[in-house]
């Protein structure tokens, strides 16, 4: 099956730096990538959906000036968490969907776990 | 009201034993539904779509009522290693965009 990966797998930072996190679809093109924010115990929460050449969309009460998305090709999502704090410690998922045949399939990446301290 | 509500759990299950998992959901624009298994510390896997005549994979079986706006998955003959949280998800199209809206999980523990 189509495989995504994230990279990286594991970040520790100091609060108050910027950490960027990349999205790729390795073996297929990619037009719409989602970006999902889980703490611990809880479900998957779409922070963001990132659309190739346009400006991502974000869900409510998701800071956009906080999380930014860029999707510049069809095979790469980037999500840098900017100024962050110790709250934003969290698993970070991306995900790609691969339109097939009239339908979609969705594919998750490994997850990135951000620790700030 | 959440948009994907789900039972809330956990299941506590001796193997063998028979589970079934329920789903609502509030969006009637909603186009397709799934099932994730998600273990714990991972990211989710797609465990099988939902589609409307209901479908079965194996021991699992997915059915949909869109009347009612319902999901279930029926997992039959559990084994230790169905242990997980399963995740009943929806997608709709919104402003053009798919979006797929996540329960909050159901955690099954089948125990010997």
């Known amino acids: 099956g189509a495989v995504v990966s994230q990279h990286p797998s594991w ?12 999205c790729r679809s390795l073996d297929f093109q990619a037009t719409t990538m989602f970006w999902y924010r889980q703490f611990p115990k809880q479900s998957l929460m779409l922070m963001a959906t990132s659309n190739e050449g346009s400006k991502a969309t974000y869900e409510q009460g998701v800071e956009k000036d906080k999380f ?3 999707h510049a090709s069809l095979t790469l999502s980037t ?7 110790p709250e934003d410690s969290s698993f970070y ?4 969907i691969q339109a097939l045949a009239g339908f979609y399939e969705q594919y998750f990446g490994p997850g990135t776990r951000l620790t700030v301290t | 009201r959440k948009e994907v509500e789900q039972d809330p759990g956990p299941f506590n299950v001796p193997e063998g034993a028979t589970v079934a998992f329920n789903c609502t959901y509030s969006n009637s624009a909603s186009q397709s ?7 714990c510390r991972k990211e989710p896997k797609l465990l099988m779509s939902v589609y409307s005549s209901g ?3 194996g021991r699992f079986t997915a059915q949909l009522n869109r009347a009612s706006q319902y999901i279930s998955l029926l997992i039959r003959d559990s084994k230790l290693s169905d242990s997980a949280t399963y995740l009943c998800v929806v997608l709709f199209v919104s ?7 996540f329960g909050a999980g159901t955690r099954l523990a089948v125990h010997p």
């Open chain 2, 33 to 39: 539904f799934f099932w994730y298994r998600q273990d």
């Open chain 2, 55 to 57: 479908n079965e994979d």
């Open chain 1, 68 to 70: 930014l998305i860029n």
């Open chain 1, 11 to 22: 970040v520790i930072c100091k609060s108050g730096t910027s950490v960027k996190i990349e």
């Open chain 1, 93 to 96: 998922i991306c995900s790609a």
């Open chain 1, 79 to 85: 999500l840098t968490v900017t100024s962050a704090h």
């Open chain 2, 95 to 101: 402003g053009g965009y798919n979006k797929l809206i």
